[in-house]
């Protein structure tokens, strides 16, 4: 790793790890880190035509995992990629995992405390217009034209449903779209609330998912979470 990009990490993990509880931990490499391979299990999940970009990627996410749960006391065990694509934790933990090509990210705790976690990470690039409305509801889209970088919140947005959507995930096993959600963003606290527009079992119509944003050292971080009931 260069000093450059030791740098870089060290601004990313500062960026992430205050958007999460104490107890959850928060792990950040990079695709062009001299990385340890992945279990032969965790490579099972990619296809034999993966191009080597995505096998960096691959393999800077299940590092940062890896370095998570062993943060938390746990050792550094596989974590396979189910039939939904969605990484297969081991027993007792919970967590997620997200990359581009210049970061992966990693945030595991356990599922005595947690019921889902969603994390996310884009470049901070804005999105084009010419995406939003796959991606951004009406009332969405609405709020983006009254603010002042529109097209760098409309990735927020983006990402926002990414993390949300792997939050609940853990809980529902459903699929749904974009449209599945509709956020509320609170800009001065870089909080948002992601409400679901159908029932999503055991979800209802209206209900709500809590996470946070920020944006810095180039990169778009959200992040989503349920608490354990009590």
Known sequence: MTPHGADMQAA???????????????????????????FPQELAGLS???VAKRRREFAAGRAAAHRA?????????????????????????????THTHS???AAVASAQNWRGLGLDVE?????????????????EQAWLLQQDHPDQLAKVVFSAKEAAYKCQYTVSNRFYGFDGMELEIDLTQQRFLAAFTADQRPFS??????????????VIVTMAELRSLP
């Open 48 to 50: 034999p035509n993966a």
């Open 12 to 38: 990313r993990l500062a960026l992430v790890r205050p958007l999460f509880d104490d107890d959850v931990s928060v792990a950040v490499t990079a695709p062009q880190d001299d990385l340890p391979a992945p």
């Open 103 to 105: 970061c992966a990210m």
């Open 205 to 218: 119509k209206g209900d709500e998912i809590a996470g946070r944003f920020a944006i810095g050292a180039g």
């Open 69 to 97: 749960m062993q943060d938390l006391g746990h050792p550094r065990t596989a974590i396979p990629v189910g039939a939904s694509r969605a990484p297969i934790w081991p027993a007792g933990l919970v967590g997620s995992i």
């Open 123 to 139: 470049e901070n690039t804005p999105l084009k217009r010419n995406l939003w409305s796959a991606i951004c509801t009406p009332a």
